[in-house]
């Protein structure tokens, strides 16, 4: 069963454009959120994280909002880049700070066309 | 270069036939973990390790093991690897608690026939 959930196995997007990801999750014992971006032939990198206390985490093009009341969060990408391409991870950890036991969502890549 | 390096970066063996997939960090991190990337399934934790002979299991330890006896290096061994172990694996290691921290390496890809 997962816990977090990535919709939305695609997404292509205009460069110029804001592109929209989506992740759900269903424990409500998360309470720390983490976007990963992934490039082919390499290993997932940090991108931006949110904590429960906020609703938004903004980090130059790149913001994350956080539902949780919908236990939803998604990542904006604006304004995206060819660059941007790539496969984004949503990930939590449990409540109480194990940061080493947590969970993946299963992906988004995204397309973004010159 | 701070990095996580993992060998080998492609294998293909046969069921049954034990393997190891080594993975080192030059960064001095505490914390390191195992993860398999499936179509569908997303990054799924295999293991982790919190320090030196200190590990426990993540989502999905079955027909795994693994040790930590330096700092540095967290092998990944498959005793007896089946087809259902074909999958993309990442070790990652991390200095402490906060996981943005996390670096990963660049993957093994294993195809077990």
């Known amino acids: 069963d997962q816990q977090v959930k990535q919709n939305s196995p695609s997404l292509s997007v205009q460069e110029g454009r804001i592109s929209i990801l989506n992740c759900d999750y269903t424990n409500s014992m998360f309470d720390y959120f983490l976007w990963y971006k992934k490039y082919p032939a390499e290993g997932p990198t940090f991108l931006i994280s949110i904590s429960s206390i906020k609703d938004k985490n903004e980090d130059g093009r790149f913001t994350v909002f956080l539902n949780k009341s919908a236990k939803h969060l998604s990542l904006h990408i604006v304004p995206s880049q060819p660059g941007d391409s790539a496969v984004y991870f949503c990930?939590?950890?449990?409540?109480?700070?194990?940061?080493?036991?947590?969970?993946f969502g299963s992906g988004t890549k995204l397309n973004v066309k010159p | 270069e701070a990095q996580v390096t993992q060998n080998p970066r492609y294998l293909i063996t046969v069921t049954g036939k034990k393997l190891t997939v080594t993975c080192s960090q030059n960064?001095?991190?505490?914390?390191m973990s195992w993860y398999r990337q499936d179509p569908g399934l997303g990054l799924r934790q295999i293991y982790y390790?919190?320090?030196?002979?200190?590990?426990d299991k993540g989502d999905v330890p079955e027909g795994y093991k693994v040790s930590r006896k330096e700092k540095r290096n967290f092998p990944l061994i498959l005793e007896s690897p089946s087809p259902n172990q074909t999958s993309l694996y990442f070790c990652?290691?991390?200095?402490?608690?906060?996981?943005?921290?996390?670096?990963f390496g660049p993957g093994t890809r294993l195809l077990v026939l």
């Open positions: 990652a290691s991390s200095p402490g608690q906060r996981q943005e921290t996390q670096y």
């Open positions: 960064m001095n991190h505490e914390y």
């Open positions: 990930a939590a950890p449990p409540r109480g700070g194990n940061f080493n036991k947590f969970y």
């Open positions: 390790s919190m320090n030196v002979e200190v590990t």
